[in-house]
């Protein structure tokens, strides 16, 4: 068994605090990301697994063990840094046994362990070429290939596809989903790009300034956000927010904003007050005349497959609707706006929190956001 536990994990460097009370599981055999903006703490999480930094306090354990406080050699993990850092003067083979000649396994041993490792790569052809020659898809695999021969209970990998242009990023991320997928080794993947993540990951964990702010399948946490940060932070173009003064009772499902009543799924808590934020996706935006909430067009981008509407409401709110190509929406046009109902998200401003609606009953999110800011 590999799975990894998190417990209260926290790191402060001096007086700044990079992890705070971070408390996660990462499942056997799942490829679990760390997503978060720069600085926001993904290597440092990764690093104190790794046992590269050992935590301020908390603990890690890695299949039912605590290995909080042992050696990065005495924990059986493979930290994959960056793709691309090969031994020049060694063929394919020679880097891909590297790791096991350093641990002195027998040498047939080795053999077949590599001989494994390019099949499962498919690069058994380049065993035999010096790596200086190779394209970077191909680096990719060879220090995937070192990784993978150790055959440890876990990979971490830290933004490995970050060197390299989107197109061939697509790609790899492709591959090493497909890899994950054969070797269902425990992975715990790094990325700052909300795209990668939601397209590889079973879990995400969205870290914003040292704190997991939301744990949750992909799907989870694009549908559900638990905060106004997480609602931003995945998605593009972003979700809208238009904010409004109100008082709300539970089981309210209308909320006004302006001179519009706006459906919304009923509320499942009641809020004194305040200001709050109606959060809609672009997708869920449609241009209809007949209603009450007003918006001018300021602009249309023509995508393709969609079409994206910049609008400026009259309560003075930019937001973004995705409509069909067939949009005959333009410039300085004045339009109603119409939100799907069931699809609609509300936040408390000051906090940042997701008020508690009709749309949570059905959540699947994973440990009801242990350690999650907003509590
Ligand atoms: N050894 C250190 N000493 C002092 N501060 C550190 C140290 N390592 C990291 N930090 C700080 O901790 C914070 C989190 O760093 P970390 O490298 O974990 O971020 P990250 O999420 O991986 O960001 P990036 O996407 O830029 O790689 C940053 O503000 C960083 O400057
Ligand atoms: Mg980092």
């Known amino acids: 068994m590999a799975e990894i536990r998190v417990e209260k994990l926290h790191k402060a460097f001096a007086d700044f605090v990079a992890v705070k009370d971070s408390t996660f599981t990462v499942k056997d055999g799942e490829f679990f990301c760390l997503l978060g903006p720069s600085g926001c703490g993904k290597t440092t999480t990764l690093r104190m697994i790794a046992g590269l930094e050992l935590p301020t306090s908390g603990q890690i354990f890695l299949g039912g063990e605590d290995v909080s406080f042992k050696r990065a050699s005495a924990r059986d993990i493979a930290f994959v840094f960056q793709l691309f850092a090969l031994y020049p003067h060694m063929n394919v083979r020679k880097n891909i046994a590297f790791p096991l000649l350093s641990q002195g396994m027998p040498r047939a041993q080795i053999d077949q362990r590599v001989s494994e490792a390019a099949r ?31 055959q440890p209970l876990a990979f971490l990998m830290d933004e490995p596809l970050g060197a390299l242009d989107s197109e061939f990023r697509e790609v790899m991320c492709q591959e090493l989903r497909a890899l994950h997928d054969r070797l269902k080794a425990t992975t715990v993947y790094v990325t700052h790009d909300q795209l990668e993540a939601m397209s590889m990951a079973d879990t995400i964990a969205i870290m914003n300034q040292g704190v997991v702010e939301q744990l949750g399948a992909p799907q989870d946490v694009y549908e559900r956000p638990a905060s106004v940060f997480v609602a931003d932070f995945i998605g593009s173009p972003s979700m809208n927010f238009l904010p409004f003064e109100a008082a709300l009772n539970e089981g309210a499902h209308t ?84 939100f799907d109902a069931t699809a609609v998200s509300l936040f408390d401003q000051a906090s940042g929190r997701a008020l508690k609606t009709a749309r949570d009953d059905r959540a699947h999110t994973r440990a009801a956001n242990q350690g999650a800011r907003h509590g």
Not at 280 to 302: I, K, M, N, Q
Not at 312 to 336: E, F, I, N, P, Y
């Open 120 to 150: 499962i790569l498919r690069i058994t052809d380049l065993l035999d070429k010096p790596v200086s020659g190779l394209s970077s898809g191909d680096r990719q695999r060879v220090a995937l290939g070192r990784a993978i021969v150790r």
């Open 255 to 338: 909320v006004q904003i302006g001179p519009a009543h706006i459906d919304v799924p009923a509320l499942r808590e009641g809020v004194s007050q305040r200001t709050l934020l109606c959060g809609v996706r672009p997708e869920h935006v449609t241009l209809d005349d007949a209603s009450p909430l007003r918006a001018e067009v300021l602009g249309t981008e023509y995508l393709g497959t969609s079409r994206i509407v910049t609008l400026a409401t009259a309560q003075g709110a930019t937001l973004r609707a995705k409509v069909g190509v067939g949009s005959a929406a333009q410039r300085g046009d004045q339009v109603g706006l119409q």
